[in-house]
């Protein structure tokens, strides 16, 4: 094997780690924002009754 | 560990079987269907000589033959919700376990009466009397092996919506190790040769499996079986 | 605040970050390069051991977490076990994957069935059963209890894996990584470094995904508390 090939498999080894983290964070990241939504709609609905309880 | 409580709860699942057979009579024709298979399978020219292939096919075979007796001894369990009555029974959980996988042994043990003769009739071409007796110390480890931890999962798998689907996904990954060293000792059984490395090495071995199995089982079958 | 949970997260990320960075850096510049058979794609090795040793690490949390929850029966020890292994079987993906590529580029073929690489797969398939287990029982305690149980016996069932993967007639492949792992040129420093940074990865993305799974939780019982 000469040391052309050699780098082309290390640098194919090197870039499935990187995808793979970059990956997983962005997944992560995804997940992470859609729940911020939803706690946020839940708040909103939490203030709404709130106000509507007070203003009785 | 109660000693008359084994035999009982052991005494009622052989009388089951043998009353109705069908466990027996699947799993001996499971076993027989499987060796034409692999005839078929592994034959790829003339004359094949499949001595080689034979503890392989030996340990594959009695490996799916475990699996459907484990699904078995337990699905009958549950479906008449005996299980229910046995666990209201003063027994304790581990003596369960301990009776179970001494039957889920004693339906193996027959099928292998039956199957190595077979096996060795079709398929071994060199005698191996003379090594017969450490064979048949490989077969009973790897026995224990198999119906010790297969007995656990069995227990866990039954409890779930999957049942019967889940064990084997559970129990192949895990029985490997015992796959591996079951095969390789019988191997070397039957080609007599040494390039399998040493049997002691591998009996050994199958024992350490079978005590931490037997070891973990004891430790946590009572959360297996639920309440 | 749990958002504040996970604002600790990227200060550990950065300094995983750097740390691995760091050992890249000296496994390229600073390493002595190889010249036996084994050549430059030996490279590979400053970062696939770390994320084998990461891999096997998560298990053994995974493991420990299994026994604190049948001993206490509290759920977060579950979360924990679960977040612990689905991280091992991502790390566990990547050493076959690396692995491959190595095996490729050192025996010029993509599989062998070399003990390691034979242990991480079956090591992929059992715990991948793991949430197929997980995904068959409904009741949550009986759910925890089966997971633990499976955690526990996987665990013990990966090193006599890798023992049995021994026995295995050493025939085409030769067993490349001897006792010790000794591989010639091969620099510790380098390897201390991306091994260190690795693990601190595997910390941070383990309390994000803790964060995570706790932030659902309670979403789950607000929502249940807002809608009663």
Redesign the interface.
């Known amino acids: 094997?000469t040391?052309a090939?050699?780098?082309k498999?290390?640098a194919?080894?090197?870039a499935?780690?990187v995808i793979?983290?970059v990956a997983?964070s962005m997944f992560?990241a995804r997940?992470?924002s859609a729940?911020?939504r939803?706690?946020q709609v839940?708040e909103e609905?939490?203030d709404k009754s709130a106000k509507r309880l007070g203003g009785e | 560990m109660g000693g008359r409580q084994f035999v009982a709860i052991l005494r009622k699942d052989l009388i089951r079987e043998l009353r109705t057979k069908e466990m027996l009579i699947s799993m001996f024709l499971f076993v027989m269907l499987a060796m034409v298979i692999f005839h078929y399978a592994f034959t790829v020219k003339e004359s094949v000589d499949l001595t080689y292939f034979t503890g392989g096919m030996l340990w594959v075979t009695f490996i799916f033959a475990a699996l459907l007796g484990l699904n078995r001894s337990f699905a009958q369990e549950k479906d008449e919700n005996c299980l229910d009555g046995l666990l209201l029974c003063p027994v304790d959980r581990v003596t369960i376990f301990f009776a179970k996988m001494t039957g889920n042994l004693i339906f193996l043990a027959i099928i292998q009466a039956v199957a190595i003769p077979v096996f060795t009739v079709f398929f071994v071409k060199h005698g191996y009397y003379g090594r017969l007796p450490s064979f048949l110390l490989v077969v009973l480890l790897a026995d224990l092996g198999i119906c010790a931890?297969g007995t656990?999962?069995a227990t866990?798998?039954m409890?779930?919506?999957?049942r019967d689907l889940?064990l084997p996904?559970?129990f192949l990954?895990?029985i490997?190790?015992?796959l591996?060293?079951a095969t390789?000792a019988t191997t070397a059984i039957f080609s007599g040769g040494s390039?399998?490395?040493p049997l002691g090495?591998?009996l050994v071995?199958l024992a350490?499996?079978d005590i931490?199995?037997m070891v973990?089982a004891y430790g946590?079958y009572d959360?297996?079986i639920?309440e | 605040m749990i958002?504040k949970r996970?604002l600790t997260a990227p200060a550990l990320y950065a300094v995983a970050g750097a740390l691995l960075a760091a050992g890249?850096l000296l496994a390229f510049l600073y390493a002595p390069t190889d010249t036996s058979s084994m050549?430059?794609?030996q490279?590979?090795f400053y970062?696939?051991a770390p994320?084998a040793e990461c891999a096997l690490l998560a298990f053994g949390i995974a493991f420990v977490a299994a026994i604190l929850y049948?001993r206490s029966n509290d759920p977060k020890y579950d979360v924990l076990g679960m977040v612990a292994i689905r991280l091992g079987l991502?790390f566990s993906?990547?050493v076959m994957?690396?692995g491959m590529?190595?095996g490729?580029?050192?025996w010029?073929v993509w599989w062998a069935w070399e003990p390691r690489l034979t242990t991480f797969l079956?090591v992929c398939?059992?715990y991948t059963?793991y949430f197929?287990?997980r995904?068959?029982?409904?009741e949550e305690s009986?759910r925890a209890?089966?997971a633990?149980?499976?955690a526990?016996?996987?665990f013990?069932?990966v090193p006599?894996?890798f023992?049995?993967?021994r026995?295995?007639?050493a025939g085409l492949h030769p067993v490349v990584f001897g006792r010790g792992g000794g591989m010639p040129g091969s620099d510790l420093l380098a390897f201390f470094v991306s091994m260190i940074g690795m693990t601190l990865?595997l910390i941070a993305?383990l309390r994000?995904?803790l964060a995570?799974e706790h932030?659902?939780e309670d979403?789950y019982h607000?929502?249940n508390r807002?809608g009663a």
Do not use: C
């Open positions: 094997m040391l090939e050699a780098v498999y290390v194919a080894a090197y499935i780690i793979v983290f997983y992560s997940r992470i729940l911020q939803e706690l839940l609905a939490v | 931890l656990l999962l866990i798998s409890n779930t919506r999957a889940l996904i559970v990954p895990l490997v190790p015992v591996i060293a390789s390039e399998f490395g090495a591998k071995f350490m499996f931490i199995f973990a946590t959360f297996a639920g | 958002l996970l890249l050549g430059f794609s490279k590979i970062y696939h994320i049948l991502l993906l990547l994957a690396t590529i190595w490729r580029a050192a010029g079956i398939l059992l059963a197929v287990l995904q068959t029982v409904e009986r209890t089966f633990a149980l499976f526990i016996i996987a013990v069932d006599i894996t023992f049995a993967t026995f295995m007639p990865l993305m994000q995904e995570v932030l659902k979403l607000l929502k807002i």
